[in-house]
């Protein structure tokens, strides 16, 4: 069997030991290390009580912005919807090697909430119980990153004594070429709905960017907060995510256990929103 082939990866994977694992189980049993090689939401930073939209611009590759000159884009495409500048406070998480790439939304957002986090972990060790397979691990680096940014939204929140409306997430990488939600306002988006790209059968939704009404952050931003266990059953799935992997090591993808996090919170999701991006979007 040549090392390294589906057939050898099978076997290996057909010998380990079965177990269902917690989310906390989880992330020691696969030796997840989670840097915070620096942050800060100083203590003198401003409070904007102004700012209704909270971004948590999440991601690594942020030397594509530089490399594509996406500001323009961001600046006519999404700020003048949003409400400018003033309107926003900007929280970015990226890995330490995308700190020198943040200057054209650092020069807008000198302030902004800045954390480098930096996540790795060992290969899988275990697999789980029949008919389940176990949560893609992008996937969960993407739930530390995204409940990351929400704790540190709070954390603003409750020092500042103010409330945002929205709490939107997007991507350094992905290019904004047309309007965003349609060409439509801010004060003219449902505060009932989540905005979010692409909605597909078996597939669920997109997850470079969302535009999430603040009484939801705790649904789209906790992706794995809610679930018992990240062996995920292969029963779960509904209209709008995919079927399992049929690698049994391989389980849904971030957007499916994304999607199905929604669908059971009752959420309607409004497919309005056209985006485009320089990678594919498992560079989290």
Known sequence: IPPGSRLDKFFAWRFLPE??????EFAVFLDIRTTHVEGHT?????CNKNASVAVCMIGTNWESREQYNLAPFYKKNVL???????????????????REHENDLGEMWPQADRI?????????RFRCPRNTRPLQRNGYALSLRLESCLR??????????????????D??????????????????????????????KDWGVCDPFAMVPRRYAQAYYNLTATMPTLCIPNSLTTEYTCKPDELPWEGPMPECILTMQLIKAGIDLVDTIRIAGERHLYNL
């Open 152 to 169: 540190r939204v709070q954390a603003q929140e409750e020092r500042c004594g103010h409330r945002y409306q929205w709490v939107m997430r």
């Open 80 to 98: 003048a919807y949003l409400g400018g500048t003033t309107n926003v406070d900007m929280y970015f998480n990226y890995g330490s090697s995308d």
């Open 116 to 124: 480098v986090q930096n996540v790795s972990f060992t290969d899988y």
């Open 42 to 46: 100083s203590p003198q930073r401003s």
């Open 19 to 24: 177990k269902e694992l917690t989310a906390n």
């Open 171 to 200: 991507r350094p990488d992905v290019y904004h070429d047309e309007p965003v939600f349609g060409g439509r306002f801010i004060k003219d988006l449902d505060p009932n709905k989540i905005y979010a790209p692409c909605l597909w």
